[in-house]
């Protein structure tokens, strides 16, 4: 014997479904609009690259354009060195 399935035309049937989305993201203490709302609150985690701008940008203009590298150095010394024998011939 088969079994009859609920049906919507039923006789006696009743939606207990509830509220639909759009009344639930309505009401601010309910559960659908309290996680939309931690979501939208929540603390987004700044990029690799967005991280090394805000360093950049914090440190200042005179460490980004005096550059830290031994080829600098050398050249920064070099340059001092000449400076100095230009200034000893004069």
């Known amino acids: 014997m088969a079994r009859i399935k609920k049906s919507r ?6 939606d207990n479904s509830g509220p639909s989305r ?3 993201l309505a009401d601010p203490e309910s559960y659908d ?3 939309r709302r931690a ?3 929540k ?3 700044a990029s690799v690259y967005e991280k090394q701008r ?3 940008a914090s440190s200042g203009e005179n460490q ?3 550059r830290k ?6 050249i920064r010394k070099l340059n001092e060195d000449k400076k100095a024998q230009d200034e000893s011939s004069d």
Not at 69 to 74: G, N, S, V, Y
Request: charged share 45%; aromatic share 4%.
């Open 33 to 35: 609009s309290r996680r």
């Open 69 to 74: 590298t031994r080829l600098a150095d050398k």
């Open 64 to 66: 980004s354009t005096e």
């Open 9 to 14: 035309k039923a006789t006696g049937f009743i």
């Open 22 to 24: 759009s009344e639930r």
């Open 39 to 41: 979501q939208a609150e």
């Open 54 to 56: 805000q360093d950049n």
């Open 43 to 45: 603390k987004k985690n």
